[in-house]
């Protein structure tokens, strides 16, 4: 049975996409910790630990999460974009990207932000948009 992650990205559930390739595919959070704060995974691979990820999918999936922080730090301001790789939520391989102005806007026990659904539109697209500027 497909993951929750393999569904979004195949489009049977809906997502705020920021980018995809061929192998794999960006969206945002939808429990922040900060605007921003987005979630990149390979498409086809559903191994639950990245450690287990073959070496071409493994540095696919950190060159293509590097682009995306790239693209969130020119469309989100913040002073870095931090990465998290817990994978104890969700059984898929799954990189977090947060923005962040200290170190404790990466904690995840705080309270998650709550944005509309304009709100993670305007993000995504303004992250979508400096992604293809890349």
Same mark, same amino acid.
């Given at each position: 049975?497909?993951? %929750?992650?393999?569904? %979004?990205?195949? &489009?049977?559930?809906?997502? !705020?996409? =920021? /980018?995809?390739? &061929?192998?794999?595919? /960006?969206?945002?959070?939808? @429990?922040?910790?900060?605007? &921003?704060?987005? #979630?990149? %995974? ?6 639950? !630990? ?5 070496? /071409?999918?493994?540095?696919?999936? $950190? ?6 922080? #790239? /693209? ?5 301001? $913040? ?5 998290? =790789?817990?994978?104890?939520? =969700? ?5 977090? #990207?947060?923005?962040? @102005? ?12 709550? #944005? ?14 400096? !992604?293809?500027?890349?």
């Amino acid at each position: 049975m497909a993951t %929750i992650f393999s569904r %979004i990205a195949a &489009g049977e559930i809906p997502s !705020y996409k =920021v /980018a995809e390739s &061929g192998e794999f595919y /960006a969206f945002l959070d939808i @429990n922040p910790m900060a605007e &921003g704060h987005t #979630l990149v %995974i390979p498409k086809h691979v559903e191994d639950d !630990y990245i450690f287990h990820l073959d070496e /071409a999918t493994y540095t696919g999936l $950190c060159s293509f999460a590097r682009k995306v922080a #790239l /693209a969130i730090g020119k469309a989100i301001p $913040c002073k870095r974009v931090g990465v998290a =790789v817990l994978g104890m939520e =969700v059984p898929h391989t799954h990189i977090h #990207l947060v923005p962040l @102005n200290s170190e404790s806007d990466m904690d995840f026990r705080k309270k998650k932000l709550e #944005l509309s659904g304009e709100e993670f539109e305007r993000i995504a697209k303004a992250i979508s948009d400096e !992604y293809g500027k890349l």
